[in-house]
């Protein structure tokens, strides 16, 4: 039997119900983290503006209390960046992606740690972060007087991608500050991350988040290699489908697939958020002619907003306080019932982000 083919439309409704974006739910932090299988947390704030899009009555304390209690932490995963998971999946699957940052490292420092003892430098640095919280800043001073001779860029870098870390929140308003302090893990959590990779649950769970999907999909998302043989030793498990372009795609058979014609509200996301970046083909949620628009030369992924569930433009804030401002820069003319519904969310966005302006002011940008 021919396996069924999913339209782009179809593909944005399954991705959008899984991502929560159908409807704000009654969820905790916790639940949405595992659900969702993190969010990037590069910067500090982005993924409590993700949060809020998705959780109804969402408060920031209800993300940062679980930070101080050590129940969610932010620490380099997926793609190298750091994402912001529950404590649980990540000590399940920080040895998953080993291999990845070890690839990283190669990739990147060729071979500027050959003149030092790569073993003794990642257990140095390990007894740093064992020792005390620390900027990598401060750790790269700490191993340049260990090791003289060292490239210091390419010591800390190898400490970073060697040594399971998670950052340590402070009192910044978004819970870390622009040269955040790191911990050792184990240290942090009281337990080590587990030894065995867990590639299978992992695409399993990717699936869950953002099926269906391809090969290429999953190791986009989540930069580890060998997807394909995973799924192929999933199959049995698995349901398959074509897309328009009539490449084969993998999905758990009880995943949500709504109908395509399912309404949708209008949604910001914030920059770098998961659901832009989840695939290799990003088409069932922007358009390819579109893409170039929300990333910056350097590397920056814009905030974007959905209409009809798609980006439809990007959005900023600018100033602070009762002088904040929300600007949105459309891709292409907008009805006047989009106009008004980006209006109406784009209000409580600022409540969100900014509380003391009590009079949001929101402009359109030229098209």
């Known amino acids: 039997m021919a396996a069924e083919v999913l339209t782009k439309q179809a593909l944005n409704r399954a991705l959008l119900a899984r991502q929560m974006l159908l409807s704000r739910e009654a969820a905790t932090v916790s639940e949405v983290l595992e659900r969702l299988l993190g969010l990037q947390a590069q910067e500090a704030a982005p993924p409590l503006i993700g949060l809020w899009t998705r959780i109804e009555g969402f408060q920031r304390d209800d993300l940062l209390r679980l930070l101080r209690d050590r129940a969610v932490v932010r620490a380099t995963l997926l793609r190298g960046t750091l994402h912001l998971v529950s404590a649980p999946d990540y000590l399940a ?4 992606f080993q291999p990845m940052f070890d690839a990283a490292l190669k990739a990147v420092l060729r071979d500027r740690t050959s003149g030092v003892d790569v073993a003794a430098l990642v257990e140095s640095g390990r007894r740093l972060f064992v020792e005390e919280p620390m900027t990598f800043t401060k750790m790269r001073a700490a191993l340049i007087d260990l090791f003289p001779d060292g490239d210091e860029r390419a ?3 190898t400490v970073r991608m060697r040594v399971p870390l998670v950052s340590t929140p402070d009192d910044s308003k978004w819970g870390f500050g622009g040269d955040p302090e790191f911990h050792d893990a184990a240290t942090w959590l009281g337990r080590a991350p587990g030894a065995e990779p867990r590639a ?5 769970r990717y699936l869950a988040a953002f099926g269906p999907a391809a090969a290429v999909d999953v190791q986009a998302w989540s930069g580890v290699g060998g997807a394909r043989e995973v799924l192929n030793a999933l199959r049995p498990r698995l349901q398959t489908f074509r897309d328009d372009r009539k490449r084969e795609l993998f999905d758990l058979p009880d995943a949500p697939r709504p109908a395509a014609e399912t309404p949708v509200p209008v949604r910001f996301l914030p920059g770098f958020d998961n659901v832009i970046l989840g695939h ?3 088409s069932r949620i922007i358009d ?6 929300v990333t910056t030369k350097n590397l920056q992924v814009l905030p974007t907003f959905l209409v009809d569930g798609f980006v439809a433009g990007t959005w900023k804030i600018s100033g602070a306080g009762a002088k904040a401002k929300l600007t949105l820069s459309p891709f292409g003319p907008m009805t006047a019932a989009a106009k008004a519904q980006l209006t109406k969310e784009g209000k409580e966005l600022m409540r969100f982000v900014e509380p003391d302006a009590s009079k949001p002011a929101i402009e359109f940008a030229a098209t």
């Open 93 to 96: 699957f920080r040895s998953t």
């Open 155 to 157: 010591m800390g870098y």
């Open 200 to 204: 299978e649950e992992l695409v399993l």
């Open 280 to 282: 290799a083909d990003r």
């Open 288 to 293: 390819d002619a579109h893409r170039p628009k």
